[in-house]
């Protein structure tokens, strides 16, 4: 059994800057599709970002935020120029069910607990 554990979060201005980190119990899992998703209070999760054969962004998010892989295949995303749209609970995702990314939550299998981002 795969275990995300994510974590970074926080409450910053507006402008600044967080980074997230996602620990995976198993680094095999870095062989899949990783993603960070967000959801804001009274909306649907959206996916922020995918890393896999190649990296993938939401439009909102492009050219501000960044994911990355260690060699761990630990899992991050640094969020520079935060602005309060941003705000939600952030969660680290995997799926072992495709040969590659999606912009579908429902499409991973594997999700952490969440850790909470407050742009203000």
């Known amino acids: 059994h795969v275990q995300l554990v994510e974590s970074g979060g926080g409450s910053v201005q507006v402008g600044g800057s967080l980074r997230l980190s996602c620990v995976a119990s198993v680094d095999t899992i870095g062989r899949y599709c990783m993603g960070w998703f967000r959801q804001a209070p009274g909306k649907e999760r959206e996916m922020v970002a995918t890393?896999?054969?190649?990296t993938r962004y939401a439009g909102s998010v492009q050219g501000r935020f960044t994911i990355s892989q260690d060699v761990l295949k630990n899992t991050y995303l640094q969020m520079n120029s935060l602005k309060p749209e941003d705000s939600g609970m952030y969660y680290c995702a995997a799926t072992t069910i495709l040969p590659g990314c999606s912009d579908r939550p429902v499409d991973y299998n594997y999700w952490g607990q969440g850790t909470q981002v407050t742009v203000s």
């Open positions: 890393i896999g054969t190649t």
